[in-house]
């Protein structure tokens, strides 16, 4: 491919999956800049491989792949073992009183999830939030399908002592 359909085809995955990209990596590592950093590495390595890209997946897993592993190198790095992170998940609620009460809610899971050990709030993430079955979870991170079930249920069970005394049913029921 020559270097300007290159650049062409690099704009786009870029436009296409920068959001994606961005959302995973802040809620694998709970800090915004270091996410953005991460999303620009990955894309960077992507172009430097991207000719080695064989389509055994869609180009968005493989895109995701390269930015656990690069948030996996992050939360083992002595630059986050010296941060303090914070959990800014959503925007301060708005004046209306249902909305703040639904607000404080969205924060409160928010942080019940960030607070799971990483490989349970991976899987949470996928099957909740990206809504992936759990064959494409085990897919995405090279785990069987059956453990992808244990930690869904172990999370399940983590978050319902978390949340007790929350009506979060719909989260939590097995």
């Known amino acids: 491919m020559n270097r300007f359909l290159a650049e062409q085809h690099f704009q786009k995955v870029m436009e296409e999956y920068t959001d994606y990209l961005l959302k995973l990596a802040y809620l694998y590592i709970k800090d915004w800049s270091a996410a953005e950093d991460i999303v620009q590495d990955a894309f960077l390595t992507?172009?430097?491989?991207?000719?080695?890209?064989?389509?055994?997946?869609?180009?968005?897993?493989?895109?995701?792949?390269?930015?656990i592993n690069k948030c996996k190198d992050y939360l083992k790095s002595w630059r986050y073992?010296?941060?303090?992170?914070?959990n800014n998940f959503i925007n301060p609620a708005k004046k209306n009183?249902?909305?703040?009460?639904?607000?404080?809610?969205?924060?409160?899971?928010?942080?019940?999830v960030?607070?799971?050990?990483?490989?349970?709030?991976?899987?949470?993430i996928y099957y909740y939030f990206e809504e992936l079955s759990?064959?494409?979870?085990?897919?995405?991170?090279?785990?069987?399908?059956?453990?992808?079930?244990?930690?869904?249920?172990?999370?399940?069970?983590l978050l319902k002592i978390q949340l007790k005394g929350n009506d979060w049913e719909v989260l939590i029921h097995e």
């Open 81 to 86: 073992r010296k941060q303090v992170l914070t």
């Open 114 to 124: 960030l607070l799971l050990p990483v490989k349970y709030r991976e899987v949470v």
């Open 134 to 157: 759990v064959l494409e979870i085990a897919l995405l991170l090279s785990i069987p399908d059956n453990t992808v079930k244990t930690r869904l249920r172990k999370a399940r069970s």
């Open 97 to 112: 009183r249902n909305r703040i009460i639904e607000e404080d809610e969205k924060i409160e899971l928010a942080d019940a």
């Open 46 to 67: 992507y172009y430097q491989k991207f000719e080695q890209f064989e389509e055994r997946s869609s180009l968005k897993t493989y895109l995701a792949k390269i930015t």
